[in-house]
Protein backbone atom coordinates (compact mmCIF):
# COMPACT_ATOMS: atom_id res chain seq x y z
CA UNK A 1 0.00 0.00 0.00
CA UNK A 2 1.21 3.36 -0.92
CA UNK A 3 0.20 5.17 1.38
CA UNK A 4 -0.28 5.35 5.40
CA UNK A 5 -2.64 6.59 7.37
CA UNK A 6 -2.16 8.04 10.97
CA UNK A 7 -4.10 10.19 13.03
CA UNK A 8 -2.49 13.39 12.19
CA UNK A 9 -1.01 12.57 8.90
CA UNK A 10 -1.31 10.68 5.75
CA UNK A 11 2.58 9.28 4.62
CA UNK A 12 2.74 8.80 0.55
CA UNK A 13 5.19 6.08 -0.91
CA UNK A 14 6.22 5.85 -4.51
CA UNK A 15 5.46 2.44 -5.41
CA UNK A 16 8.24 1.48 -7.87
CA UNK A 17 11.80 1.77 -6.15
CA UNK A 18 12.88 -0.07 -3.01
CA UNK A 19 13.21 3.15 -1.26
CA UNK A 20 11.43 5.59 -3.63
CA UNK A 21 10.57 9.18 -3.35
CA UNK A 22 8.38 9.71 -0.02
CA UNK A 23 5.66 12.69 0.78
CA UNK A 24 4.03 13.44 4.08
CA UNK A 25 1.62 15.82 4.61
CA UNK A 26 -0.18 17.12 7.90
CA UNK A 27 -4.17 17.12 8.04
CA UNK A 28 -2.81 20.20 10.45
CA UNK A 29 -3.08 22.98 7.63
CA UNK A 30 -3.20 20.26 4.89
CA UNK A 31 0.49 20.96 5.01
CA UNK A 32 3.03 18.91 3.51
CA UNK A 33 5.95 18.42 5.55
CA UNK A 34 8.08 16.30 3.76
CA UNK A 35 8.98 15.21 0.44
CA UNK A 36 12.08 12.95 -0.50
CA UNK A 37 13.29 12.58 -3.73
CA UNK A 38 16.21 11.96 -6.10
CA UNK A 39 16.92 13.84 -9.06
CA UNK A 40 16.42 11.37 -12.54
CA UNK A 41 19.32 9.22 -13.08
CA UNK A 42 21.12 9.92 -9.97
CA UNK A 43 20.20 6.57 -7.21
CA UNK A 44 22.14 8.29 -4.74
CA UNK A 45 20.46 11.30 -4.33
CA UNK A 46 17.23 10.73 -2.51
CA UNK A 47 16.87 13.18 0.02
CA UNK A 48 15.03 16.49 1.60
CA UNK A 49 14.15 18.54 -0.42
CA UNK A 50 11.49 20.81 1.22
CA UNK A 51 12.51 23.24 4.49
CA UNK A 52 11.26 22.61 7.51
CA UNK A 53 12.12 24.85 10.97
CA UNK A 54 13.81 22.69 13.44
CA UNK A 55 11.38 24.85 15.94
CA UNK A 56 8.39 24.71 13.74
CA UNK A 57 5.13 23.58 16.29
CA UNK A 58 3.77 20.54 14.37
CA UNK A 59 1.02 19.95 17.31
CA UNK A 60 -1.87 22.39 15.84
CA UNK A 61 -1.49 25.32 17.45
CA UNK A 62 0.44 27.15 14.68
CA UNK A 63 1.03 27.17 11.56
CA UNK A 64 4.06 25.15 10.20
CA UNK A 65 7.25 27.25 9.60
CA UNK A 66 8.44 25.23 6.66
CA UNK A 67 6.72 22.55 4.24
CA UNK A 68 4.09 23.85 2.19
CA UNK A 69 1.15 25.99 3.74
CA UNK A 70 -1.94 26.63 2.19
CA UNK A 71 -2.57 30.17 2.25
CA UNK A 72 -6.64 30.83 1.55
CA UNK A 73 -8.51 33.44 1.23
CA UNK A 74 -6.51 36.56 2.01
CA UNK A 75 -2.58 36.73 1.75
CA UNK A 76 -0.46 38.99 4.23
CA UNK A 77 -2.87 41.02 6.05
CA UNK A 78 -6.80 41.04 5.35
CA UNK A 79 -7.29 43.99 2.61
CA UNK A 80 -11.10 43.12 2.01
CA UNK A 81 -14.02 43.71 4.38
CA UNK A 82 -14.90 39.89 3.90
CA UNK A 83 -11.71 38.79 5.48
CA UNK A 84 -11.38 42.00 8.16
CA UNK A 85 -11.67 39.38 11.33
CA UNK A 86 -8.87 36.99 9.68
CA UNK A 87 -5.43 36.39 10.63
CA UNK A 88 -1.63 37.07 8.34
CA UNK A 89 -2.28 34.54 5.36
CA UNK A 90 -6.03 33.91 6.46
CA UNK A 91 -7.17 30.43 8.09
CA UNK A 92 -6.38 27.51 5.52
CA UNK A 93 -3.02 26.62 7.02
CA UNK A 94 -4.26 26.58 10.60
CA UNK A 95 -7.31 24.30 10.01
CA UNK A 96 -7.50 20.43 10.68
CA UNK A 97 -8.35 19.07 7.19
CA UNK A 98 -10.20 15.97 6.47
CA UNK A 99 -8.95 13.15 4.40
CA UNK A 100 -10.82 12.46 1.87
CA UNK A 101 -9.73 9.89 -0.68
CA UNK A 102 -7.26 8.40 -2.51
CA UNK A 103 -7.57 9.74 -6.40
CA UNK A 104 -5.14 7.22 -7.92
CA UNK A 105 -2.89 4.20 -6.63
CA UNK A 106 -0.95 2.79 -9.77
CA UNK A 107 2.82 2.53 -10.56
CA UNK A 108 3.38 5.77 -11.64
CA UNK A 109 2.67 7.20 -7.99
CA UNK A 110 0.20 8.24 -5.82
CA UNK A 111 -2.35 10.60 -4.98
CA UNK A 112 -4.26 11.90 -2.35
CA UNK A 113 -7.32 14.50 -1.57
CA UNK A 114 -7.95 16.36 1.21
CA UNK A 115 -10.97 18.94 2.33
CA UNK A 116 -11.61 21.95 4.16
CA UNK A 117 -15.09 23.10 4.78
CA UNK A 118 -17.04 26.14 6.70
CA UNK A 119 -16.85 24.57 10.19
CA UNK A 120 -17.79 26.10 13.70
CA UNK A 121 -14.12 27.82 14.35
CA UNK A 122 -14.32 29.24 10.77
CA UNK A 123 -17.35 30.48 11.09
CA UNK A 124 -16.53 32.93 13.87
CA UNK A 125 -13.91 34.71 11.68
CA UNK A 126 -15.70 34.14 8.30
CA UNK A 127 -18.93 34.09 7.05
CA UNK A 128 -18.89 33.27 3.05
CA UNK A 129 -19.57 29.62 2.16
CA UNK A 130 -16.23 27.63 0.59
CA UNK A 131 -14.90 24.33 -0.40
CA UNK A 132 -11.44 23.62 -0.67
CA UNK A 133 -9.90 20.43 -2.03
CA UNK A 134 -6.46 20.21 -2.37
CA UNK A 135 -4.82 17.27 -4.18
CA UNK A 136 -1.40 16.22 -3.54
CA UNK A 137 0.50 13.79 -6.43
CA UNK A 138 3.46 12.10 -5.13
CA UNK A 139 5.60 10.83 -8.78
CA UNK A 140 9.02 9.45 -8.59
CA UNK A 141 10.62 12.24 -9.06
CA UNK A 142 8.07 15.32 -8.76
CA UNK A 143 5.31 16.05 -6.04
CA UNK A 144 2.41 17.83 -7.72
CA UNK A 145 -0.13 19.83 -5.55
CA UNK A 146 -2.91 21.59 -6.78
CA UNK A 147 -5.43 23.75 -5.00
CA UNK A 148 -9.48 23.86 -5.85
CA UNK A 149 -11.50 26.63 -4.78
CA UNK A 150 -15.30 25.78 -5.43
CA UNK A 151 -17.85 28.64 -4.39
CA UNK A 152 -20.84 26.58 -3.30
CA UNK A 153 -23.29 29.71 -2.93
CA UNK A 154 -26.27 30.30 -5.03
CA UNK A 155 -26.06 33.77 -5.13
CA UNK A 156 -22.85 35.31 -3.86
CA UNK A 157 -19.36 35.87 -5.47
CA UNK A 158 -16.71 34.57 -3.32
CA UNK A 159 -13.43 37.06 -3.43
CA UNK A 160 -9.98 35.27 -2.06
CA UNK A 161 -6.72 34.70 -2.61
CA UNK A 162 -4.48 31.58 -2.92
CA UNK A 163 -1.11 30.32 -2.45
CA UNK A 164 0.84 27.98 -2.32
CA UNK A 165 3.66 28.78 0.28
CA UNK A 166 6.41 26.65 -0.63
CA UNK A 167 10.12 26.60 1.19
CA UNK A 168 12.43 25.22 -1.43
CA UNK A 169 15.24 23.19 0.67
CA UNK A 170 18.68 24.98 -1.12
CA UNK A 171 21.40 27.36 -0.05
CA UNK A 172 19.75 30.46 -0.15
CA UNK A 173 22.83 32.73 -0.84
CA UNK A 174 23.38 30.68 -3.88
CA UNK A 175 20.25 30.13 -5.57
CA UNK A 176 19.39 31.80 -9.36
CA UNK A 177 15.56 32.03 -10.11
CA UNK A 178 14.32 32.52 -13.01
CA UNK A 179 12.64 33.57 -15.68
CA UNK A 180 11.51 36.70 -14.35
CA UNK A 181 13.18 39.51 -16.09
CA UNK A 182 11.48 42.58 -17.00
CA UNK A 183 8.31 40.81 -14.96
CA UNK A 184 6.50 43.65 -13.07
CA UNK A 185 6.44 43.24 -9.43
CA UNK A 186 5.35 44.81 -5.53
CA UNK A 187 8.53 45.26 -3.03
CA UNK A 188 7.06 44.36 0.22
CA UNK A 189 10.81 45.17 1.76
CA UNK A 190 10.41 49.16 1.14
CA UNK A 191 9.78 51.10 4.06
CA UNK A 192 6.68 53.50 2.85
CA UNK A 193 3.10 52.60 1.88
CA UNK A 194 3.72 54.39 -1.01
CA UNK A 195 6.89 52.68 -2.22
CA UNK A 196 5.19 48.96 -1.27
CA UNK A 197 2.39 50.29 -3.46
CA UNK A 198 4.94 50.96 -6.47
CA UNK A 199 5.35 48.73 -9.32
CA UNK A 200 9.00 47.88 -9.98
CA UNK A 201 10.75 46.10 -12.63
CA UNK A 202 12.67 42.82 -12.67
CA UNK A 203 15.87 44.19 -14.34
CA UNK A 204 17.92 40.71 -13.47
CA UNK A 205 17.85 37.56 -15.75
CA UNK A 206 18.47 35.63 -12.73
CA UNK A 207 16.85 36.96 -8.93
CA UNK A 208 18.50 35.79 -6.32
CA UNK A 209 17.27 36.11 -2.20
CA UNK A 210 20.95 37.06 -1.03
CA UNK A 211 19.83 40.49 1.05
CA UNK A 212 16.00 40.66 2.69
CA UNK A 213 13.87 39.51 -0.28
CA UNK A 214 9.66 40.14 -0.28
CA UNK A 215 8.75 40.34 -4.34
CA UNK A 216 5.57 39.65 -5.37
CA UNK A 217 5.58 39.06 -9.29
CA UNK A 218 2.97 39.74 -11.59
CA UNK A 219 2.48 37.39 -14.68
CA UNK A 220 3.85 34.31 -13.16
CA UNK A 221 5.52 32.15 -16.00
CA UNK A 222 4.53 29.04 -15.85
CA UNK A 223 8.00 27.29 -15.01
CA UNK A 224 10.22 28.28 -12.75
CA UNK A 225 13.93 27.10 -12.23
CA UNK A 226 15.24 27.44 -8.81
CA UNK A 227 19.01 26.63 -9.09
CA UNK A 228 22.23 26.30 -6.99
CA UNK A 229 25.22 25.09 -7.65
CA UNK A 230 24.97 21.40 -7.68
CA UNK A 231 21.20 20.83 -7.53
CA UNK A 232 17.47 22.69 -8.04
CA UNK A 233 14.75 22.25 -8.68
CA UNK A 234 11.79 23.20 -11.39
CA UNK A 235 8.15 24.61 -10.54
CA UNK A 236 5.42 24.15 -13.16
CA UNK A 237 2.79 26.48 -12.69
CA UNK A 238 -1.34 26.34 -13.82
CA UNK A 239 -4.06 28.81 -13.00
CA UNK A 240 -1.97 31.23 -11.00
CA UNK A 241 -1.44 34.89 -11.63
CA UNK A 242 1.30 35.86 -8.96
CA UNK A 243 4.49 34.33 -8.01
CA UNK A 244 6.16 35.46 -4.55
CA UNK A 245 10.33 35.45 -3.43
CA UNK A 246 10.95 35.52 0.02
CA UNK A 247 13.70 35.03 2.09
CA UNK A 248 14.28 36.98 5.58
CA UNK A 249 17.42 36.65 5.85
CA UNK A 250 18.90 37.46 9.36
CA UNK A 251 17.55 41.40 9.70
CA UNK A 252 14.03 39.69 9.75
CA UNK A 253 14.21 35.85 10.20
CA UNK A 254 15.68 36.61 13.67
CA UNK A 255 12.84 37.93 14.84
CA UNK A 256 10.49 35.16 14.07
CA UNK A 257 10.03 33.08 17.05
CA UNK A 258 9.46 29.75 15.27
CA UNK A 259 12.32 30.17 12.94
CA UNK A 260 15.65 27.99 13.54
CA UNK A 261 19.27 29.90 13.90
CA UNK A 262 19.81 30.65 10.74
CA UNK A 263 17.22 28.89 9.57
CA UNK A 264 16.80 31.73 6.49
CA UNK A 265 20.41 29.89 5.12
CA UNK A 266 18.56 27.22 3.73
CA UNK A 267 15.70 27.77 1.95
CA UNK A 268 13.85 30.24 -0.24
CA UNK A 269 10.55 30.38 -0.59
CA UNK A 270 9.03 30.42 -3.88
CA UNK A 271 4.93 30.62 -3.61
CA UNK A 272 2.71 30.51 -6.71
CA UNK A 273 -0.66 32.14 -5.85
CA UNK A 274 -3.22 34.75 -6.96
CA UNK A 275 -2.79 37.36 -4.59
CA UNK A 276 -2.61 40.45 -6.80
CA UNK A 277 -6.43 41.63 -6.42
CA UNK A 278 -8.96 39.24 -5.45
CA UNK A 279 -9.92 36.35 -7.64
CA UNK A 280 -13.82 36.80 -7.89
CA UNK A 281 -15.60 33.53 -8.23
CA UNK A 282 -19.24 33.15 -9.62
CA UNK A 283 -21.84 30.94 -7.92
CA UNK A 284 -20.98 27.15 -8.64
CA UNK A 285 -17.71 28.15 -9.71
CA UNK A 286 -14.32 26.40 -9.31
CA UNK A 287 -10.84 27.91 -9.44
CA UNK A 288 -8.10 25.54 -9.74
CA UNK A 289 -4.42 26.31 -9.43
CA UNK A 290 -1.68 23.60 -10.19
CA UNK A 291 1.71 23.27 -8.65
CA UNK A 292 4.63 20.78 -9.96
CA UNK A 293 7.82 20.58 -8.02
CA UNK A 294 10.60 18.75 -9.88
CA UNK A 295 13.78 17.65 -8.77
CA UNK A 296 16.41 18.86 -11.16
O1 LIG B 1 5.37 34.55 9.02
P1 LIG B 1 4.30 34.16 8.04
O2 LIG B 1 2.95 34.66 8.43
O3 LIG B 1 4.31 32.70 7.75
O4 LIG B 1 4.66 34.89 6.68
C1 LIG B 1 5.89 34.71 6.07
C2 LIG B 1 5.96 35.52 4.78
O5 LIG B 1 5.01 35.03 3.88
C3 LIG B 1 5.05 35.61 2.56
O6 LIG B 1 6.20 35.22 1.90
C4 LIG B 1 4.94 37.11 2.60
O7 LIG B 1 5.20 37.68 1.32
C5 LIG B 1 5.87 37.70 3.61
O8 LIG B 1 5.57 39.07 3.74
C6 LIG B 1 5.71 37.00 4.96
O9 LIG B 1 6.59 37.56 5.89
Same mark, same amino acid.
Given at each position: MPYRKANDRVLLE? !? +?? =?EGSTAEILFFGATVISWRARAK %?? !??? $? +???LFVS? +?? @? $?? %?SKAVRGGIPVVFPCFGAPEHPDHS? $? !? &?? %? #?ARNQVWAFDSVVTDNDDGVSVRLTLQPNSTVAKLYTKDFQLDYVVTLAEHELSTDIHVSNPSASEVLDFHALLHTYIRAPANQVAISPLLGKLYIDK???SLEARNTLKEEKRGTVDVRTFTDSVYEDAPRRVDVSWPGGGVELKLDGFTTLTIWNPQAEVGSKIGDMEENGWERFVCVEPG? @? =?? #? +? &?LGPGKTWVGQQTLAVE
Open positions: H !P +KA =R %GD !PDD $L +KERS +KA @V $LD %GR $L !P &QH %G #FTERY @V =RG #F +K &Q
